[in-house]
């Protein structure tokens, strides 16, 4: 959520040079997506009309080896109609660069905001978006593994280093009786495609009602499909806290994604289960970040315990109330 | 450096809706200028054309009780034709607006970009915008005084609390000798008006060798001329760490300026000592930034050492080769 890398201006200009796009007029640093450095860049444009584009510099978070995958998976979407932003490429068609001593890509800017309340028009929208992505996800023959799944989260314990307790007695023992709880009922033959994996409200955009952008892709993996409306059910239908749920929203998310893709009887039976893992994940990712920034790094730490608020709603959930049949 | 204040794209539109700009299409965090939020917001217009504004949220740094000198400032720069950004008034007028609970503006967009290397051309250019802004500044009634001028060093060098040489050995020392140098020295009767005190090549935004706007107005205050000028030729025309002298952009600089306002003998004789001033004052606020912030806050401190190195040239300059007269 900053900007990593400083770009100078010349080098931006010479590296744009490499594109059809005109001639720079204006970039600014955003502080925006996972840690990676990103520029909202302006150019001429060929014919002079303006061309916006963000640049992302790509830093320690992000595997230079898995940007292929992230490449292909957003063309191949994209030409399915998904509104995701395209890797842009320049004269001799590479897409992937190096700036600054980065891996660097000069990707399509896409209008919108991202909403932090959102109503039940903007949660069935934003659901609806994530079936038609599982969709046009289903003859992607790409792949990458989901390294921060349900086999990663006991690692993910472990590497807490027994500072889990620090955040809230008892925390490392609650951690541990879900993840034994999950282990035995974790659906594995469930649908699956290439998941987004990450779909906060953060990353869609929107124009009023409709979805106008899905970004950010660098969790993009391998993954049972409803798995990944279980995290965006998390992410959308609690306030950020975790302490107050929002049916209305769950079932409008709910009821977007079903008017595209229909959940099997078996998927409805795992969802409680599917956002218990989901809770846990950004419980553990939180919890390891919590205990490995410092408190006056000046970086919002994320709470983990607004997770654990949501861990505790799902474990408790009735089934037919947070997934009303199609 | 950062965005402090997360702006709910909910709550940016409601704001939104107090000014004559259309809707909100887009809005993004971006790194820039002081210890402000700032937002690139992009709007439909009134005529769906799009517009674009950079809204600031200030924070700790900025004095709301300022505000409105820099907003008339701007005013009259701008009516004078200098190139700087308008703050917005919403339809009743008003141009100083809350925010999240900051003072908040919305300011015009200006296209361009900050050079990290000037050319001779470019660094003319800077320093004829300069010339143009303390001309059109001449009748401002307005006045602002400089906090970091000269009676602010000593107690800013008190400040640091005896850690100068936590910084390097003997710096308070030469702090101190520097102190005594410029008190006996620093010039009373100079031409005065109110000046930028920041013009770095960051608030400086240029397309080719064509200024486009000058930014940040944010420590502008009411001193002495070519004091402005020589804070901006210690930001021009060394490399970043302070060890090379650019003499060919100094040249170019302090020629761009006179040829808009020619510097006047006493200002001339001055300008070393002027130059010795600017250097302490940066070396002064980076040296407390780097006392006052953990190494470990993953904010960029700034190198107090290297106006040191800046201090050092000037100390040891030989007047007729900085200054070229007109």
């Known amino acids: 959520m900053a900007v990593y890398t400083a770009v100078p201006a010349e080098a931006l200009a010479q590296f744009l040079s490499r594109y059809d796009c005109g001639t720079l007029v204006s970039a ?7 840690e990676n450095s990103n520029y909202l860049v302006e150019t001429t444009g060929c014919d002079g ?3 916006r584009y963000i640049l992302t510099l790509y830093e320690k978070r992000v595997d230079p080896a898995d940007l292929p995958f992230f490449i292909d998976l957003l063309d191949h979407l994209g030409d399915k109609g998904c509104l995701v932003p395209r890797f842009i490429a320049d004269r001799d068609g590479q897409r992937l660069q190096e ?20 109503t039940q028009a903007q949660a069935f929208a934003a659901g609806k978006a994530m079936a038609e992505l599982h969709l046009a996800a289903q003859d992607f023959t790409g792949g990458r593994p989901n390294t921060l799944g349900v086999s990663g989260w ?4 472990t590497s ?10 008892g925390l490392e023992g609650r951690v541990m009786a879900e993840l034994a709880h999950l282990e035995g009922r ?12 990450d779909l906060f409200p953060d990353n869609v955009l929107m124009l009023g009602d409709a979805v106008t952008g899905l970004i950010d892709f660098y969790f993009s993996c391998t993954d049972v499909r409803a798995y990944d409306l279980a995290i965006m059910h998390g992410a959308w239908c609690f306030d950020s806290d975790g302490a107050t749920y929002h049916a209305d929203r769950g079932v409008a998310l709910i009821a977007g994604y079903q008017s595209v893709l229909p959940l099997s009887g078996d998927e409805r039976a ?23 920034t410092p408190p006056d790094a000046m970086v919002t730490r994320k ?3 607004a997770y654990l608020r949501r861990l505790d709603f799902y474990a408790g959930a009735d089934i037919d109330s947070l997934v009303v049949p199609a």
Do not use: M
Not at 154 to 157: D, G
Not at 186 to 197: E, F, G, K, T
């Open 99 to 118: 700036l600054c001593g980065r891996p660097a890509c000069l990707i399509e800017f896409l209008t919108g905001v991202s909403v932090t309340e959102p």
């Open 28 to 34: 600014k640093g955003i502080a925006e997506g996972v």
């Open 303 to 305: 709470d983990p315990l």
């Open 270 to 292: 795992a969802f409680p289960t599917l956002c218990r893992g989901a809770a846990l994940r950004f419980l553990l990712t939180r919890a390891y970040d919590w205990i490995n």
């Open 154 to 157: 006991a690692p993910l314990a």
């Open 186 to 197: 974790w659906p594995r033959d469930l649908a699956q495609s290439v998941i987004h994996a």
């Open 160 to 169: 807490c280093d027994g500072a889990l307790n620090t955040i809230q007695p």
């Open 49 to 51: 009309s303006g061309h």
